[in-house]
Every structure is written in C-alpha cells, then in structure tokens.
C-alpha cells in the first residue's frame, strides 16, 4: 500500500506503533535516571542534632557551647556529588582544627580548611546506583576497569561485582579520581568499603588524599562515627580523633551523663590549648548543674524573692560561660565569693576579662533599672583618694547599653557628658533628647543660629526654652555668627 509522506508521518504519530530507532535504549535510560532523580529529590528531615533556640536574660536568643561545636546540618539537596579538586591535600602530622575556634567563636589557626569543613558538608548527597536494575540489561558484561568509570560518569549502571582483585579496584578508584567526578568515586569508594577490609581500605586511601577527602565525606554523611574514629587514628590524626569523639557530647541529653562524659573527655590527647578548654567545658556545665538545682528549688518553694519578681525564662544548663555570667549577676550580684553563684566567683575561676565582665554587668543591672548598682560600676578612687568614674568601656557604648535598658534621662545625661569627643557627644545628646547637653554644647560653640534652631524643637514654655532664650539675650556672649 503506496502511502505519501505526510500520510507516513500521520500514521507514525497517531498510531500505538513505532517505528525503529537506535535512541530507544537511550531513551529508556533517560527514564531510568529521571525517576531516580525523583526519588532522590525527596527532602529528607536530619533530626540528629537537636536545634534549641537558646534565650540569654535579656531575651536575645545566643549559642550555647554544644551549639558552637556543633553545626547544625544544612537545609539544602541534591543529587550530585561535588567535584573535589586533588590539589589539595590532608596533612598527617598536623591539623588545622582547633578547639578554641568552636568553644569561642574565633577563626581556626591558619588560613587552611579545617578538618570540620571537610567533614560537615552542607548537602545531602546520593551515590549512583551500583548495580542494574532488573529491567535494564547492560550488554557489556567485560568491560575494563576505565570503561566501568566512563559508564559510572555517563550515570549509567554498573556492576563493579567482578572486579575482585585488589589491583582492579584501585584502578577503578584511581580512574574515577582523575577524571574528577564526584558521584564515580563515591560509587567505587562504596564498593571498595564493602568488598576490602577496613586495613586495606585505610591503607589504600593514605596515599590518594583526594578519595581519602570523599571518604571521610561519605563516612560523615553516613553517621558511621565509629568507622571514622578508625580511620582518623589509623592516619596518625589523633586531635582530630579526640575531637570527634568529644563532639558525641552533643547526642548526649541527660546533663549529669553529659557531665561524665566530658570528664572522660580530658584525657583525650588534645593539644594544651585544646584540653584546657575542655576542662573549662566539664567545670563549667559541672557548676551548672549545681546552681540550676538550688534555683529551681528556690524557685519552687518562693524563698527567692528575686525569681517572683524575675520570673527565669530559660535554665541555665548548656549556656556559654558569658550567657552564665549574664544570670549570676541578675540572680546573684551579692553574694560572696565563696558561692559558686557569686558572679566573682565564676571571673576568677575562668579567667574573665574586666571588659567582658563589665559588660555583662552593666547590661544585667540595667535590665533590673538598679541604677545606683549601675554607678557603683564606674566608681573608682585616684591616689589622692578623690572618687572619679572609669569605664574599661567607651561612654558611647555605655550610653547605648544604658539606652537599650530604657535608662532615665537623668542617667542618661550622667554618661553622655562624659563622652570625650566634641562632636559624638552633642550627636548623643541630641538622639537621647538631653537638652542641657544640647545647649551647653552651643553655648560653649558660641554658636547661635544651631540654639535658635534647637530652641524649636524644644516644648514650648519648658525650663529648656527659657534657657535658650537668656542665652540669646545675653549681650556679654560673643557669638560667631
């Protein structure tokens, strides 16, 4: 039956059958990886790590220690490994990690990735299937260990299953390494994880820094902890071990097992600086724990009448050491040193700075609006014996601490008179309305055409106006303009 090429065409597109292609085997792959793409895009809920919105007194949400060693894991997928470059590699001997970056806050020593980095991705990733599906037949059942990885690339499926020597399967992880795909080597590292003992494995992968990277990225990813623990130690990385055994704290939810735990802690061999913070760690939740239980008791049977008055919005358990310090001066500026509340107490056992401790005071005072706490914080005798205000603070910043705590304007005048610089200071007074600044500051200026202006924005009929205006009358006043 003769037809023409546009009936051809209609039959073709309109009828079930079709006709012969060399792209159908194609075309059935890319189904095959569009669904796995599908069933891999689901959002996946890491509920490991607990996140607690931490409140300090004065109810500004802050870290807490666990926090700040342990990043919480990201909110982002996806479906490809990242391509990690090989220049890079991971040092034996020494690491870039350093504890006191996590239990401050400050930057890691040198300017090198850390082991944390390398180690807390900020996706969730998915390895290639390593094996066929049923409907998929692969029709090259003997190809080489470089052709397994090209197909691997292609995101074909594979069967790495006959590669039994330990010489085909480095070149399988050596093949994938150079041609810098992310998901081939995961796929081989996996296969190589269940098919080699973990001596092997480990020895293997010392001296391929890049596969050794993905290695650790994928135990991390896993929540193999325990494999990784062995890993590290076998590298000869044993700070980094100890850290990431002290970081098992933070799975830890009852405070006094958590207490126990850190202990066992100080015997991890970290570097000096290091272990003196978890030392620091273990003693401070230690104290924690002391003073938490006779606050809630007191709390509870009403003998404290600073907690019916502030009610405590949050526990103090798993605070950082200044969020601590914040409370005990709140809840227990006079008691002795010999408490283990005392607010001295808890500065001279860690060590705080007399500019950290002043401002936790300050703010925690003026949270109370105890202002005559407040100047007894400034008050300080010279040799002569003549009381004088000092601030290891700029009175700037005092005045701004002051102002967030809905200070008096009669404090507020105290503090901005003393600010040193001209010009802040009147800009200071000007935002916190202290009009005797304000005019003083013109006056001494002789500046009169800004004390007309200001003189309008004053309340009419005020002590401030009529100040104004026998400042403008005053003959003996040599004005500039």
Same mark, same amino acid.
């Given at each position: 039956?003769?037809?023409?090429?546009?009936?051809?065409?209609?039959?073709?597109?309109?009828?079930?059958?079709?006709?012969?292609?060399?792209?159908?085997?194609?075309?059935?792959?890319?189904?095959?990886?569009?669904?796995?793409?599908?069933?891999?895009?689901?959002?996946?809920?890491?509920?490991?790590?607990?996140?607690?919105?931490?409140?300090?007194?004065?109810?500004?949400?802050?870290?807490?220690?666990?926090?700040?060693?342990?990043?919480?894991?990201?909110?982002?997928?996806?479906?490809?490994?990242?391509?990690?470059?090989?220049?890079?590699?991971?040092?034996?001997?020494?690491?870039?990690?350093?504890?006191?970056?996590?239990?401050?806050?400050?930057?890691?020593?040198?300017?090198?990735?850390?082991?944390?980095?390398?180690?807390?991705?900020?996706?969730?990733?998915?390895?290639? @299937? $390593?094996?066929? #599906? &049923?409907?998929?037949?692969?029709?090259?059942?003997? =190809?080489?260990? +470089?052709?397994?990885? /090209? !197909? %691997?690339?292609?995101?074909?499926?594979?069967?790495?299953?006959?590669?039994?020597?330990?010489?085909?399967?480095?070149?399988?992880?050596?093949?994938?390494?150079?041609?810098?795909?992310?998901?081939?080597?995961?796929?081989?590292?996996?296969?190589?994880?269940?098919?080699?003992?973990?001596?092997?494995?480990?020895? @293997? $992968?010392?001296? #391929? &820094?890049?596969?050794?990277?993905?290695?650790?990225? =994928?135990?991390? +990813?896993?929540?193999? /902890? !325990? %494999?990784?623990?062995?890993?590290?130690?076998?590298?000869?990385?044993?700070?980094?071990?100890?850290?990431?055994?002290?970081?098992?704290?933070?799975?830890?939810?009852?405070?006094?097992?958590?207490?126990?735990?850190?202990?066992?802690?100080?015997?991890?061999?970290?570097?000096?600086?290091?272990?003196?913070?978890?030392?620091?760690?273990?003693?401070?939740?230690?104290?924690?724990?002391?003073?938490?239980?006779?606050?809630?008791?007191?709390?509870?049977?009403?003998?404290?009448?600073?907690?019916?008055?502030?009610?405590?919005?949050?526990?103090?358990?798993?605070?950082?050491?200044?969020?601590?310090?914040?409370?005990?001066?709140?809840?227990?500026?006079?008691?002795?040193?010999?408490?283990?509340?005392?607010?001295?107490?808890?500065?001279?056992?860690?060590?705080?700075?007399?500019?950290?401790?002043?401002?936790?005071?300050?703010?925690?005072?003026?949270?109370?609006?105890?202002?005559?706490?407040?100047?007894?914080?400034?008050?300080?005798?010279?040799?002569?014996?003549?009381?004088?205000?000092?601030?290891?603070?700029?009175?700037?910043?005092?005045?701004?601490?002051?102002?967030?705590?809905?200070?008096?304007?009669?404090?507020?005048?105290?503090?901005?008179?003393?600010?040193?610089?001209?010009?802040?200071?009147?800009?200071?007074?000007?935002?916190?309305?202290?009009?005797?600044?304000?005019?003083?500051?013109?006056?001494?200026?002789?500046?009169?055409?800004?004390?007309?202006?200001?003189?309008?924005?004053?309340?009419?009929?005020?002590?401030?106006?009529?100040?104004?205006?026998?400042?403008?009358?005053?003959?003996?006043?040599?004005?500039?303009?």
């Amino acid at each position: 039956m003769n037809r023409s090429k546009g009936e051809e065409e209609d039959y073709w597109n309109s009828s079930q059958s079709r006709a012969f292609t060399f792209e159908d085997d194609e075309d059935d792959l890319t189904k095959l990886k569009e669904s796995r793409l599908a069933v891999n895009s689901i959002k996946l809920t890491d509920d490991d790590e607990d996140e607690w919105e931490r409140v300090n007194w004065s109810g500004e949400p802050v870290g807490s220690i666990s926090r700040l060693v342990g990043e919480t894991a990201a909110s982002s997928q996806r479906t490809d490994f990242p391509k990690v470059s090989s220049e890079s590699s991971l040092n034996k001997s020494s690491s870039g990690l350093s504890l006191s970056a996590l239990f401050r806050g400050k930057p890691s020593r040198g300017s090198y990735p850390t082991f944390i980095e390398s180690i807390e991705p900020s996706t969730r990733l998915f390895a290639p @299937e $390593l094996r066929p #599906r &049923p409907h998929y037949k692969d029709f090259a059942g003997d =190809l080489s260990p +470089e052709e397994t990885v /090209q !197909r %691997l690339q292609l995101g074909k499926s594979v069967a790495m299953e006959r590669f039994r020597s330990l010489q085909d399967k480095l070149l399988l992880l050596d093949y994938a390494v150079s041609g810098n795909d992310g998901n081939a080597i995961t796929a081989v590292l996996i296969f190589m994880k269940r098919t080699l003992s973990k001596e092997v494995l480990f020895r @293997e $992968l010392e001296s #391929r &820094p890049t596969a050794l990277r993905h290695f650790i990225h =994928l135990l991390t +990813e896993t929540h193999e /902890q !325990r %494999l990784l623990l062995d890993l590290l130690r076998a590298l000869g990385r044993v700070e980094d071990a100890a850290l990431l055994q002290y970081k098992e704290h933070l799975n830890i939810s009852d405070e006094n097992k958590r207490r126990d735990f850190l202990k066992s802690c100080i015997s991890l061999p970290f570097s000096a600086e290091d272990a003196a913070l978890v030392q620091d760690h273990y003693t401070l939740l230690e104290r924690q724990i002391i003073i938490e239980a006779a606050d809630s008791q007191a709390e509870k049977s009403g003998k404290g009448s600073v907690f019916q008055k502030f009610p405590r919005k949050a526990s103090i358990l798993n605070m950082p050491l200044i969020t601590t310090l914040y409370y005990c001066v709140y809840y227990h500026y006079h008691e002795s040193e010999g408490s283990y509340s005392s607010p001295s107490n808890l500065r001279q056992t860690f060590k705080v700075s007399e500019k950290q401790f002043f401002i936790s005071a300050l703010s925690a005072l003026s949270k109370l609006k105890s202002w005559s706490e407040v100047d007894s914080l400034f008050s300080s005798k010279s040799w002569l014996g003549f009381s004088r205000k000092k601030s290891p603070l700029s009175y700037s910043r005092v005045v701004d601490i002051l102002h967030k705590n809905s200070a008096p304007s009669s404090v507020l005048v105290q503090y901005v008179s003393l600010v040193e610089d001209p010009e802040q200071r009147l800009s200071l007074a000007q935002k916190h309305k202290c009009h005797d600044i304000v005019i003083n500051t013109f006056r001494d200026l002789k500046d009169r055409q800004m004390l007309v202006q200001y003189r309008d924005k004053v309340e009419r009929g005020s002590d401030e106006e009529r100040k104004i205006t026998d400042l403008l009358n005053n003959s003996q006043i040599r004005w500039k303009n």
